[in-house]
């Protein structure tokens, strides 16, 4: 592996790399939201929870969607 350095003399790493970490930290973030809308999904899902934690809930599993959809951008700049 070759590693590049910044301006700042910074090592940096190639973008093949990053391109695999942003592709397995998007995964895994895909796997969890897929288990968590299958929860939040669920018919006994509001009698398990309380509302706070409902609320709580749904807005996490919007902000990991917007998440992925960061990643996606970052990886297809990266590939381009």
């Given at each position: ?25 998007r ?31 749904n ?22």
């Amino acid at each position: 592996v070759i590693f590049l350095r910044s301006k700042e003399g910074k090592i940096m790493k190639p973008n093949e790399q990053v391109i695999k970490e942003l592709i397995a930290e998007r995964d895994e973030l895909q796997d969890k939201l897929s288990k968590l809308r299958k929860f939040t999904n669920s018919e006994t899902f509001y009698e398990k929870v309380s509302l706070s934690q409902a609320r709580g809930l749904n807005m996490q599993e919007k902000a990991m969607d917007e998440y992925i959809t960061a990643l996606n951008i970052r990886i297809g700049d990266l590939t381009k």
